[in-house]
């Protein structure tokens, strides 16, 4: 590995990993911080909620900002602004201050996520991403996995202040290190450099008529690429306009919304809400697509959204992680409420899930080279549906090995997906929009779960008696439907790893002028 790609790579890691931490660890926090800031439970759900909101809705625009302005810059401004926030809710006095605290931390792990995508795409040829993704999934499902133990231990020991202490450290260290290097950008007509060959000594002047031809002038249509003056380019984009604030605020607003409806309708009594902000989430989304048609630079390229492979690689993680996440709320309550499992014994259960996916990452990549994006992808996508399959047939009496083996199809068929698909996604994207596309990424992974969860609480409201019995209930066969939604995206990844786009094309013989008589 190049030593100016290592630091790259331990930035993208560490700050995947923080804020996969961050998030696992509140969930543990949370009833100590209600009762000591004397809060109710809708105070406490906020915590959560307005950071969800801040990031889904400004993840595409942080990717943008780092597309233009350098993800380095971007990436060290999210860390420090999150290693701060984290300081300051560590030390809040009340509720209210540790709101407002999430909120501007979710604005700054908006800033931090794309980025760490972003880095990866400009550090690495696109041939080579699938090891340093596959990488920092593998970290991100260990910090997971080991977010609920880290978290019980620290509360337990120093109260949940200490789990917002925790991230400080990391993210200010790789926030200073990312503000003091230098980001080495690859310029785009590196892959296709022009060449003018000069005339030959064994070949005629081409400015002088060959013996055996007849002198003729050329027309301008018959000259070839590198003897044609170059199309004068368009003025490169200055100011704020570059960065079609307009578009940025209705997407804010649109994902905003969706994601405020999505929580809210799963909670109980809170359906009507959801589905008025959904409403409202597509009416915004309605206005934001007539605006990207009129935007001289729109916020989201046509060229990014036009392609096969990145959208199919999108809905191939929207999918996947709808039907995790949906999946592992079901089975919690299942195996806590039904069963009378202690959390201990729980994480014990659905362990093979975050061990699959920590030890599946690195078998992806030499997967993807043997066999395609597409066959890789389709496997874990029969996995994925076969895991929640399996869950959904598990009665009141199932016991471990069952569990079992339904969490590790689940943990190796999404890891499988999460590696090919982000891999397909950042390696299709233009460099130019690397950022723009780790904010699509990462906004598909903040909704999708949103989405399952959603999904399985309006799902066990209508269907009452069945409870969290997974074989009595509703709720999880409706999820291997969203599972399996996730086949015919596979089907659409490319064939075969592309590597024609990351090797310099030779450049093509011109066109000689054949002469009419020979002697």
């Known amino acids: 590995m190049s030593p100016r790609r290592t ?3 331990a930035c993208s890691v560490v700050g995947a990993a923080v804020v996969a ?27 959560s909620t307005g950071y969800l909101i801040a990031v889904a809705s400004l993840l595409v625009f942080a990717g943008r900002l780092g597309d233009r302005y350098g993800h380095r810059r971007v990436f060290a401004l999210g860390a420090l602004g999150f290693a701060a926030t984290s300081t300051g809710i560590a030390l809040a006095p009340g509720i209210g201050t540790v709101i407002v605290l999430r909120v501007l931390q979710g604005v700054c792990g908006a800033l931090l996520q794309p980025a760490t995508l972003g880095m990866l795409r400009t550090a690495y040829p696109p041939d080579r991403l699938g090891t340093p993704i596959a990488v920092r999934t593998a970290a991100i499902g260990l910090a997971a996995a080991a977010g609920p133990l880290v978290g019980g231990a620290l509360v337990s020991a120093y109260g949940w202040r200490s789990v917002f202490l925790l991230g400080v450290p990391p993210t200010l260290a790789i926030g200073l290190f990312a ?28 400015t002088q008529p060959s013996r055996t031809e007849p002198s003729r002038t050329r027309e301008p249509s018959s000259l070839s690429g590198a003897e044609q003056a170059p199309a004068p380019r368009p003025p490169a984009a200055t100011g ?59 916020l989201l390229p046509p060229e990014l959204l036009r392609s096969v492979p990145v959208v199919a690689g999108l809905a191939v993680l929207l999918a996947a992680s709808a039907a995790l996440f949906g999946s592992l709320f079901v089975a919690t ?37 043997r066999f395609g994006p597409r066959r890789t992808a389709t496997a874990g996508a029969a996995l994925l549906t ?28 999404f890891v499988t997906l999460m590696v090919t698909a982000t891999s397909v996604v950042v390696h299709r994207a233009p ?26 609480t309006l799902l066990l409201a209508l269907v009452p008696d069945g409870g969290f019995v997974p074989s009595e209930g509703a709720a999880l066969p409706a999820l291997v439907l969203i599972a399996a939604l996730a086949l015919p995206a596979a089907l659409a990844l490319p064939r075969d790893t592309d590597r024609r786009r990351t090797r310099p094309e ?8 054949r002469s009419c008589v020979r002697s």
């Open 179 to 206: 503000l003091a290097t230098r980001e080495r950008r690859t310029e785009p007509s590196r892959t296709q450099p022009s060449r003018t060959r000069e005339p030959s000594r064994t070949e005629p002047s081409r």
């Open 21 to 47: 931490l961050d998030g696992t660890v509140l969930t543990v926090a949370q009833p100590a911080l209600q009762r000591d800031l004397h809060a109710d439970v809708g105070q406490v759900q906020w915590t």
């Open 386 to 413: 076969l895991g929640v399959l399996l869950l959904s047939r598990l009665d009141a009496t199932a016991g471990a090995a069952a569990v079992g083996v339904s969490a590790a199809l689940l943990g190796a068929g």
């Open 506 to 513: 030779p450049p093509s013989p011109r066109a000689e002028p």
């Open 431 to 456: 460099e130019a929009h690397a950022g723009v596309a780790g904010g699509l990424q990462q906004t598909v992974m903040n909704v999708g779960p949103a989405l399952g969860v959603a999904t399985v």
């Open 333 to 369: 309550y299942f195996l806590q409420d039904v069963q009378g499992l202690d959390p201990l014994d729980c994480g014990l259960r659905v362990l093979p899930l975050a061990v699959l996916m920590v030890l599946g990452a690195p078998l992806c990549p030499p997967l993807q080279r």
């Open 240 to 298: 704020p306009s570059a960065l079609d604030p307009a578009g940025a605020l209705l997407l804010a607003v649109t994902l905003g919304l969706l994601v405020h409806g999505l929580v809210e309708a799963a909670r109980p009594g809170g359906a009507p809400t959801g589905l008025l902000a959904v409403a409202g989430a597509v009416v915004a989304g309605l206005v934001l697509a007539r605006h990207e048609r009129r935007a001289a630079r729109p």
């Open 7 to 9: 630091p790259v790579l």
